[in-house]
């Protein structure tokens, strides 16, 4: 069952963009969201506001990815920015099977068109000096290094 809502911050002033209409999609940017809001080292942040052009892998027409988080932080080895998708590990890699599903064709085509978005992304940062991250639930739940 999805598991959306709007995210009041405690500390607005931090939020760069419209905070009335913060939106999270799933329990795990929900728990982003508020690391972000509570975490002293993250200056400033916003959700879906940054747009990524990617070519998509089964129609090969250009589209329009918008990541979860745009962030910058102080960091150990200074102020850096990061642009995040925040996705569940079972949507970052094919799995291996015995037989091609129709279940799994599907879960497959998630994952290319993931990577398609991922790599558009990774270019767009690097062209910016930004750092792209991909947060599963093993980042979620273990700990986010780096800013604190």
Same mark, same amino acid.
């Given at each position: 069952m999805p598991y959306q809502g709007k995210f009041?911050?405690?500390?607005?002033?931090?939020?760069?963009?419209?905070?009335?209409?913060i939106i999270y999609r799933s329990s795990w940017e929900r728990r982003f969201?508020?690391?972000?809001?509570?975490?002293?080292?993250i200056? +400033?942040?916003? *959700?879906?506001?940054? @747009?990524?052009?990617?070519?998509?892998p089964l129609d090969d027409n250009v589209h329009r990815y918008f990541p979860d988080v745009w962030l910058e932080a102080h960091t150990p080895t200074g102020r850096?920015?990061?642009?995040?998708?925040?996705?569940?590990?079972?949507?970052t890699e094919i799995r291996v099977i015995k037989r091609r599903t129709r279940k799994f064709l +599907?879960?497959? *085509?998630?994952?290319? @068109?993931?990577h398609a978005k991922w790599d558009a992304a990774k270019t767009y940062c690097s062209q910016r000096g930004w750092t792209f991250m991909v947060l599963?639930?093993?980042?979620?739940?273990?700990?986010?290094?780096g800013i604190h």
């Open positions: 009041l911050p405690r500390a607005p002033e931090k939020y760069a963009g419209n905070v009335s209409n969201f508020d690391y972000c809001d509570r975490t002293p080292g200056l +400033r942040w916003v *959700s879906e506001e940054v @747009i990524v052009p990617y070519r998509h850096r920015t990061f642009l995040i998708e925040i996705k569940p590990k079972s949507q +599907r879960e497959a *085509s998630v994952v290319a @068109i993931n599963t639930e093993d980042h979620l739940f273990g700990g986010i290094g």
